[in-house]
Every structure is written in structure tokens, then in C-alpha cells.
């Protein structure tokens, strides 16, 4: 089971590496790793669990992130957080094919499981996206989201591309973002 202690933080190189594609048939090691990395997801995100194990509850967890540089990434949005679009599947060779005008952020900001200090700011990203990626069976999908969901997988995809959520802020003005910004929490 991936516990805190095996979760890559900032500083480590394999966090600003570009991440290699995967193909199919997932190899074993690769199907484990897509498993554990859900398995995290849904451990971290049960409170009693999150607590006897020392976890922080997390939405999304990209491969480099338990030090493995491969194009996958698990994302679980529970239906509360994603509104109308609840989102869970492994994504690997996740493509942003399409994406609004509109940016989005999140009021909160961000954070990231692999950066232990607050950064703070706006992040400002996509508010809707159309996003390509195979899950573990090597199916394609096709996929639209919206608001955090999307804000989930911009995260994740970025950590596939050696990208940290606070690349994102305006360094200058960290809560400025430009009027056609949509806000949610
Ligand atoms: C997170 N968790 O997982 F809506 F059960 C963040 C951390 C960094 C605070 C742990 C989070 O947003 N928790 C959360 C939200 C819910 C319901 C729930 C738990 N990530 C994922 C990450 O670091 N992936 O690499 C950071 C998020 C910030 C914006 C999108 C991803
Ligand atoms: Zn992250």
C-alpha cells in the first residue's frame, strides 16, 4: 500500500521530468501501479483509514509521484466535489485534445501531496476540457469535464510534464487573475 513515505516530494528530479508514455498491454508492475495508486485515493479519502494510516485525502496521484516517470495518473472525484461530474478512472496517456476560453481556478488555491508547504495564489487553468486517455484495459476515452474534476486532471496532467500547480502563479500578484476567470470552490 503507498503510505506518505512513499510519495516523492518537491525537490526530487523525477518531479520535473517529462513522464514516458505507456503501452499496452499494461506490463504487471504497470497494472500494480495503476491499482496502488487507486487503492491510495480511496484509502486516503475514508476518514478512519486516512488517520490510522497517516494519509492526506487526495483527489488525484500521478505516477512521478511515487517516483515512477510513466504517463498515468489516478483520479478520484468524489460526487460531492464534482457537482454534476463525479470522475474516477486511471488516465494513462492523458491528451488534452480540447479546452475553453474560459479559465477556472479554484478559491482555495491549490496544493499538491508532493509539496509540503502552502503555496498561495490563484491557479488559474482551463474551466472545461476534452480530454483523450486509455484506461488500464488500453480502451481510449473520450472525455468532456468541467470544473474541478477538469481542475484535477490539468493537476495531474501537469505532474506528467514536470509541471507544479505553483508554476501556475502570478509570482507579482498571486491572487490576480484576469476577469474572465471563473471562480468556484
Ligand atoms: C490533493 N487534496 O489530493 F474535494 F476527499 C489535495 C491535497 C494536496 C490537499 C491532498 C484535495 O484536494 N482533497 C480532497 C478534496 C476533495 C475531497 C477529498 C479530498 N491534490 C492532488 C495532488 O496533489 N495530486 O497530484 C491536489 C489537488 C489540488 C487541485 C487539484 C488536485
Ligand atoms: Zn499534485
Known amino acids: 500500500m503507498i503510505l506518505m513515505k512513499d510519495?516523492?516530494?518537491?525537490?526530487d528530479p523525477v518531479l520535473r521530468k517529462e513522464a514516458a508514455k505507456v503501452s499496452?498491454?499494461?506490463s504487471e508492475e504497470d497494472q500494480k501501479l495503476a491499482d496502488d495508486m487507486m487503492e491510495y485515493l480511496k484509502v486516503s479519502q475514508d476518514p478512519e483509514l486516512c488517520k490510522k494510516y497517516g494519509l492526506r485525502a487526495g483527489v488525484g496521484l500521478a505516477a512521478p509521484?511515487?517516483?515512477v516517470s510513466k504517463m498515468m495518473a489516478a483520479v478520484l472525484v468524489p460526487a460531492e466535489e464534482g457537482a454534476k461530474s463525479p470522475f474516477t478512472d486511471v488516465i494513462i496517456?492523458?491528451?488534452?485534445?480540447?479546452h475553453s476560453v474560459q479559465s477556472?481556478?479554484?478559491t482555495e488555491g491549490?496544493?499538491?501531496l508532493s509539496v509540503d508547504k502552502?503555496?498561495?495564489g490563484f491557479v488559474p487553468r482551463h474551466d472545461r476540457i476534452t480530454l483523450r486517455y486509455q484506461d488500464t484495459k488500453g480502451e481510449t476515452h473520450k472525455v468532456r469535464l468541467?470544473?474541478?474534476?477538469?481542475?484535477?486532471?490539468?493537476?495531474?496532467?501537469?505532474?506528467?510534464?514536470g509541471i507544479l500547480f505553483y508554476d501556475h502563479i502570478n509570482k507579482d500578484n498571486p491572487y490576480e487573475v484576469s476577469d474572465d476567470t471563473i471562480m468556484f470552490e
Open 65 to 67: 509521484q511515487v517516483g
Open 104 to 106: 477556472g481556478a479554484l
Open 110 to 112: 491549490e496544493g499538491c
Open 93 to 98: 496517456n492523458p491528451v488534452i485534445i480540447s
Open 146 to 161: 468541467k470544473n474541478y474534476p477538469a481542475i484535477v486532471c490539468q493537476h495531474e496532467i501537469d505532474h506528467l510534464h
Open 7 to 11: 510519495i516523492t516530494r518537491d525537490g
Open 118 to 120: 502552502e503555496v498561495p
Open 24 to 26: 499496452f498491454p499494461l
